[in-house]
């Protein structure tokens, strides 16, 4: 039996994604050294025959007799309560989610002398500052969603300082709920519509995510690497835009993919203008530098990533 790979959250966004990067005909070894398709095992709460049962929410004794069974080498864990402002009502659920079951995989990976490659969020920091942080900037969480992720980071590395903590913004995909499809959606049925335009970050596509997580995948499993890679990683796309720039664009390329859009008037708002349950962050820019050094990649625009996204729905409608 090979040292197995163990994906959690394979319905969401990103473990979607890493499903459809391990099934497609990708020669994955020939991309990512040390790796093939045979290690993978997918995991979600509602399981498909060849996936394992796998809640977040269960008693920890669950969740570890579960990892005690499948035994994992590395476990990538993308699975996450996301519902930012229902956050907000069930606190006790997004924690026992975002911030004690990562603790729980982390603790099992750390005494079985085991990996754990686990997502964050932008949503760890506050409205301070006008420019990219990096990851020794100080965090000030401003909602339950982002207090839970950030009680997550710290349990992960407190359990296992070298585990590895992916910390992303503004996620999108051909998969899932995402501003992107909603945009796409809302561009279909309405002729007007508002859009914030005071939260800059940059929009990141699972797909980067998904290479950035198998990258790290290859380097662990590779028995040469000696550097120490555990700790906190900035992933996102290049570049930076605000919601109402990312919505026009959407739709102006949208447009040339002929995709049926019956918006005429897209008009910039604030977010006072838009209260939410769960206050947003104006600054959600990440600095990248430390991945790109750590992986000797240039992430990709987030432009290139949304035409990317746009033409893959294209494709399958
Ligand atoms: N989405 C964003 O904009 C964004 C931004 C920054 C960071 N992130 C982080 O990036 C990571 C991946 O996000 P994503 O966008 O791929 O998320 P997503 O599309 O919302 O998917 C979340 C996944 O987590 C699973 N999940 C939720 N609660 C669970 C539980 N109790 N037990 C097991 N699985 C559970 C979901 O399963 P079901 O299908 O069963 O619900 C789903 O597979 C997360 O750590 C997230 O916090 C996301």
Known sequence: ??????VIGS?????RTLKDIVHSNLDLGAHYPNLNKDIFQFASRAPRSDEIALDLNAPESEILSILDRVNPALIINAAAWT???LAEEKQVDAF????????????WAAKNHRMLIH???DYVFDDTLDSPRNENAPTGP??????????GEQNVLAALPGGIILRTSWVFSEHGTNFLKTMLRLGRDREELNVVKDQVGAPTSASTLADVALRFASLIRNPKTTNHLGGIYHVASRGETNWFEFASEIF??????DFPLNVKTVKPIMSSQYPTPAQRPLNSRLDVTKVEKTLGITLPDWRESMKKVLNDLKGKN
Not at 1 to 6: C, F, G, H, S
Not at 142 to 151: A, W
């Open 1 to 6: 039996m090979p040292p197995k790979i163990l």
């Open 252 to 257: 102006k390329e949208a447009r040339n993919l």
């Open 11 to 15: 319905t969401g966004q990103v473990g």
């Open 119 to 121: 997502f964050s969020t």
């Open 142 to 151: 401003l909602q339950v969603y982002g207090r839970s992720k950030l009680l």
């Open 83 to 85: 519902a930012v402002d």
């Open 96 to 107: 026992k989610a975002n911030a004690e079951a990562p603790g729980t995989l982390a603790r």
